[in-house]
């Protein structure tokens, strides 16, 4: 599935350079305020356990998850609840999200955004810039050691942060060295879709206590949000059971135990 994904994604990369060229879309990135202050780590600095509450409407694991799918109205509720960020799906073929809801999402609250697409070339990078992101997911399984450290400098340059996704011990090294300030540790295998929480406990003991480490997948219910909390979680990022509940402030405060 992974490869499929990335295979789409660069047609989609592709089929974007037409319309709007990479040095184009660099002077427009360019053209936009870099000195942010990083409002997505700071978002994550918090004494407190942060809250980065996903905007999906379907995964490749889940099928279609939102059928009804009011996406500025859920990050509305997502910010009234107190979430401290909001990841917003922007993939379209696997995961049925959109470039413009990060962008419409943006004009309607003010706590950060982070784009979570596959990023595989730096074009993203300046277009996440230009639609309005705060912060960009990397994903360590697909980038060299040396083009995730030159994707970290180039968002930064940007003003934007970036969670680096890492999934094994080789994975959260690789970010370590690159240079990461924040690491998210996926408890949700890439290729197989099994999920182990555990996986984020364990891989914890690797990452260094100036490094933020958050808890992306799997995430159920606040027996899972105290087991990570007991294990060193700064953040946690949680998607699937917010899109499904009947309430989601109801659900949020009482992930956060409210």
Known sequence: ?????????????????????????????????????????????????????????????????????????????????????????????????????????????WIPLLRKDFIVDEYMIYESKVIGADAILLICALLAPETLKQYLELSHSLGMSALVEAHDEAEVNMAIDAGAKIIGVNNRNLKTFEVDISNSAQLKKLIPEDVIFVSESGIRDRNDIEYLLNNGADAVLIGETLMKSRDIEEALGILKGN
């Open 1 to 109: 599935m992974l490869e499929k994904i990335i295979k789409k994604t660069a047609e989609r990369i592709k089929s974007s350079k037409q319309s709007i060229s990479l040095e184009d879309m660099k002077i427009r990135a360019l053209a936009l305020n870099k000195d942010t202050g990083f409002p997505f780590l700071a978002a994550l600095k918090s004494k407190e356990l942060s809250f980065i509450c996903e905007v999906k409407k379907a995964s490749p694991s889940k099928g279609i998850i939102a059928h009804d799918f009011p996406y500025i109205e859920i990050a509305g509720k997502y910010e009234k609840a107190g979430a401290s960020a909001i990841s917003v799906l922007t993939e379209p073929d696997f995961f049925m999200g959109d470039n413009s809801y990060l962008t419409d999402i943006g004009k309607n609250v």
